[in-house]
Structures are given as C-alpha cells and as structure tokens.
C-alpha cells in the first residue's frame, strides 16, 4: 500500500512539472481584456508562491466556465470585479482574509462556510462589504493568470477535473508557510494548497491527456502571437475598418508609497472608479502618465512626482 502512494506521489510530481512546463511558454496576464479567445481554461499564480517546476511559481487554481460557451472572459471578470456570490473564489479569499485578521468574526459565524460571508447566496453586512473591493485590490495586485484555449466544452471540463487532480496530488507543489489558503475553510484547500475543491482528490491526468494539453497550450502559444501581432494577416482582415479601442483617463497626485499597478498606485476615487468599470467591461484601458505615458493594467511602477499639464478622459482608436 505505501509503496502504491509513493509510485502515485511520483507519477502525479512529474505530470504536475509537465504541466507547468505547458503552461510556462503562455503570456502571464493580469487582465481579462488580455485575453483574445472566449473558451478555455485559466490558471491563476500567486505572489510568494514557488515551486521548483516552474520559475513563475506554481499554479493556486485552475477554472473554467464549465456551463456556457464563449463565457472564459466574463468569468474572469466575476473574479476579478464581481461580488462573492458570483464567484466561488473570492468567497474563499474574503474568508480567508476575514478569518486570519478576526476568526471570531460575526461575519464567519456559526461555523465555517456557513457564515454569510462564505454561504452562498448570503447578502453581505455593513461590515464586510468593504471587503468586496479589498479581494478586488489583491487579486489585481498578487495574482496573474495563464489561459489555454479549449473550444470543445466537454474536453475543457475533463481537463479542468484531472489538472486540479494532479496539482493537488504533487508533493512538490505545495503552499508556503505563510499562504493566505492556510485561513480558507475548506479542508480541501488548506490541504491541497490549490483555491480549488472540487475536483481534489479525484482521478489524476492521463498520459494521453498530458499529451492533448500540451497540444493546447502550443496551439495558444500560436493564437497569441497572431492575435498580438498587428501586421498578420488574420488580424489585418478581422480589424478591417474596425480598430481596437483603448479607454484612458490621466492619472492623479495622490499615489500609494508601495506602488504597483494604476488600480493600487493610484489613490484617486475617480482613477479606482476606472479601473473598476473597465475590469467589468472587459475593455482594454491604460493610465496616461507623465512619468510613464500609457500606464497599463499588467504593469507596476513606484510612487512619481511628474505632472500631466492637462485634463480629461477619452477613447483612443488604435
């Protein structure tokens, strides 16, 4: 019996390095306006959490959007600027927040998943409301996220089963000492250091399946490339007379001494209120900065003191 979990433990370790391996040649976003398909898989990173398999850090969550098609952006959007009962995991980060900080907390009570922060459905009070925007800030500024595109809606929902399965199983991948999953209520998180239940614990990727993600993640490497680049000939015949249109607003005085990217520098209501509705959106937006010209979402800069000598707000066709 312990000689069968060492041979599984090795088997889901180097499928779990293959997987990384996958996903590592794939732009790191940190945005859902980034991502130019509308089916497939994503898999979040976070900050502070290594692994040897790959030199990002290792995969926290994989998600899909299980029921629906064209629906992969608009997910993200759900997690990225949604409300926690639209999204599963920022009901497990503001719990994890909220209990680390006060485990006593009315708003985890009676028990764990059963309080209304964490209850799905549950409306929340005066006093984790405000939470809503906190889970927003940290997954802007301590999470980026890989996307594989799978247009095929039951072989997206089989992978995304055996790919948490096999990450949860890896003995190399797991959590740090100081992992915010550590506070989450689920045992399967805490346990798999994934922000993923279901699925842990379930059937580990296939040899044959292996094969076919590595066969997406190449094929996305290539869509990203084409849809990037401005001179290929798809994308010269999808614009047509039809270009791309990047929101801007300029940015503010007030900027937050840690820096990082416009939603967490800036310190401007107005800059926040941006940020926010253009996430929602899902529309491709920038900062015009006098330090940094086009200051976009999945960039991070320090506090500056450079001043714009104009005002306004306006949509720039590129």
Avoid at 86 to 95: A, D, E, Y
Avoid at 129 to 136: A, G, I, M, W, Y
Avoid at 282 to 297: D, Y
Avoid at 302 to 313: C, I, K, P, Q, V
């Amino acid at each position: 019996m312990l000689d069968d979990k060492r041979s599984a433990g090795r088997a889901a370790e180097e499928a779990c390095h293959e997987i990384h391996s996958a996903l590592e040649a794939l732009p790191l976003l940190a945005s859902p306006a980034e991502v130019p398909f509308r089916d497939g898989l994503y898999f979040f990173y976070e900050d502070g959490e290594k692994s040897e398999h790959a030199a990002d850090g290792r995969v926290v969550r994989v998600g899909n959007h299980p029921a629906s098609m064209g629906g992969l952006v608009r997910r993200l959007r759900n997690h990225y600027s949604g409300r926690k009962n639209g999204s599963v995991f920022r009901k497990l980060l503001g719990g994890a927040l909220i209990r680390r900080r006060d485990p006593d907390s009315p708003c985890l009570l009676p028990a764990p998943g059963r309080g209304h922060w964490e209850l799905q459905d549950a409306k929340t009070c005066e006093r984790c409301q405000p939470l809503e925007e906190e889970v927003s800030r940290l997954l802007r500024s301590s999470f980026r996220f890989r996307c594989v595109e799978v247009v095929d809606q039951a072989e997206r929902n089989e992978l995304e089963s055996v790919l948490i399965a096999t990450i949860a199983a890896c003995p190399v991948c797991g959590p740090s000492a100081t992992w915010l999953g550590h506070h989450a209520y689920s045992d399967k998180v805490r346990s798999s250091g994934l922000w993923n239940s279901d699925h842990v614990g379930g059937p580990t990727i296939t040899g044959h399946q292996l094969k076919r993600f590595w066969e997406l993640a190449r094929s996305t490497v290539e869509a990203f490339h084409e849809r990037r680049d401005p001179m290929s000939t798809s994308n010269r015949e999808e614009a047509g007379s039809s270009p791309t249109t990047l929101f801007v607003t300029h940015c503010a005085a007030r900027k937050n001494p840690a820096g990082g990217a416009p939603s967490t520098l800036y310190v401007s209501q107005r800059v926040r209120r941006f940020c926010s509705a253009c996430e929602s959106a899902g529309v491709l937006w920038a900062i015009v900065s006098a330090e940094h010209a086009l200051f976009f979402p999945n960039e991070s800069h320090g506090e500056y003191d450079t001043r714009l000598s104009f005002t306004g707000g306006a949509a720039v066709r590129v």
